[in-house]
């Protein structure tokens, strides 16, 4: 059983309302399939056997209330939902999926807060990671972390085909520890859905294909080349449709690139460092949230644990730093603005917390202080 919210140890946190009251109710709302009256649902990916868990939210107070497992999926990476928000994909890292080398790439059906299966397939590779939905809703792509391999899926009417495309990197970086070989990690859509970007943390590179999404057809047009050692991560498009920001992990720097239509390539405009000055411990940069409006960018950095909030340009993208913020605990995996965008919740995967903070809509700051509520190795987490 998921227990209600703590105050936190790691900082000094705001106590908040009586874990009996928190944990009563969700037993029987879920046992009826019901959701808070005021609340939307939750879905948080888990390092796991139950894989995803259900939670309800209450934008007025920033309850999330433990809702129960909402799929017993195994070691859930990733979580997306399709375009019109009627079914959900899953990446689950894994060794094996029904007797292949590789991981599994999942789909459920979403109706009135419940999710009921719909497909599974086995990914190209090991340790599946993540998946991504282009814009039509048609192709899912995913990638995998240890089989250093990425693959594409016709979607139906919510139902995944057999990978139509696949893909086996044979790039690698000098970091031996971590870049010997491919490690693929993340899948984004160009502003006009006609490219593909998949971020290779071994390679030190962003692969870049055309996308036929009629047929889920993936077409190499070329490669974005990161600094040597740097461990590109996570792609992130800017709503001014011509930036995007390349997490670094391996370097905590971020790459801000501008984004070329005629062909889909990305260029390097400037580098951000996200290390306070005179560091030089353990880091692995993760993760970026961009506001609505494109006036704010945050990003998440782990092993130092902290939140980066910019205000950026929305025209053209550059960023400003504001400050560095509290992440509520260890190894902050993911995290994402609630729909209102005036919290900001963080998975924080080590310390088996999602921790909520403040966030000023006006200026962008997040509070250093906030709530906290227990979720066994969080991985993910997807307003739904």
């Known amino acids: 059983m998921i227990s209600a919210m703590r105050d936190l140890s790691r900082r000094a946190f705001i106590k908040t309302a009586s874990a ?4 009563a109710a969700p037993h029987f709302m879920a046992a009826q399939g019901m959701s808070t009256p005021s609340g939307t649902r939750v879905f948080v990916g888990t390092g796991t056997p139950d894989g995803i868990l259900a939670y309800d939210w209450d934008p007025a107070t920033a309850a999330l209330t433990p809702a129960g497992v909402a799929a ?9 939902l399709s375009p019109g928000m009627r079914y959900i994909f899953a990446a689950c890292e894994i060794d094996s999926f029904e007797g292949k080398h590789a991981g599994e790439v999942a789909s459920f059906q979403l109706e009135a807060g419940q999710l009921k299966p719909l497909s599974a397939e086995p990914s190209a590779g090991i340790g599946t990671c993540h998946v991504a939905v282009d814009a039509t809703g048609h192709t899912l792509v995913s990638a995998d972390y240890m089989g250093g391999s990425a693959a594409s899926f016709r ?3 919510g139902k995944l085909s057999q990978a139509v495309w696949t893909e086996h990197y044979k790039h690698h970086g000098p970091n ?3 870049q010997e070989s491919a490690h693929a990690h993340f899948v984004s859509f160009s502003p006009d859905n006609r490219y593909v970007y998949i971020n290779d943390l071994g390679g030190d590179c962003i ?3 055309r996308l036929d999404s009629a047929t889920a057809m993936l077409t190499p047009t070329g490669t ?7 461990g590109p991560r996570t792609l992130h498009f800017h709503p001014n449709g011509h930036t995007a920001y390349s997490m670094n992990e391996l370097a905590s720097t971020v790459d801000v690139l501008e984004w070329h239509s005629a062909g889909g ?4 405009v400037k580098r951000i460092e996200l290390l306070p000055s005179g560091y030089h411990g353990p880091t692995r940069g993760c993760d970026t949230v961009i506001s609505k409006d494109g006036r704010f960018v945050y990003f998440a950095n782990r092993d130092n644990d902290f939140l980066y909030s910019f205000s950026a340009d929305p025209k053209t993208g550059a960023l400003t730093p504001i400050a560095r913020s509290n992440c509520g605990g260890k190894t902050p995996r993911n995290f994402t603005l609630d729909p209102t965008e005036r919290w900001m919740l963080v998975a924080n995967q080590d310390s088996n917390l999602i921790s909520v903070f403040t966030r000023d809509p006006e200026t962008g700051k997040l509070a250093d202080q906030g709530k906290s509520y227990d979720a066994p190795a969080p991985m993910r987490i997807l307003f739904a």
Do not use: M, Q
Not at 72 to 80: G, H, S
Not at 224 to 230: F, I, L, V
């Open 176 to 178: 031996a520890d971590r």
């Open 265 to 268: 390539s990305l260029s390097l």
């Open 20 to 23: 009996v009251t928190l944990a």
């Open 207 to 209: 692969h870049i294909y």
């Open 224 to 230: 974005y080349t990161a600094a040597p050692g740097s």
């Open 72 to 80: 017993k999926i195994p070691n859930v990476d990733w979580l997306c």
């Open 155 to 157: 979607i139906f009417e």
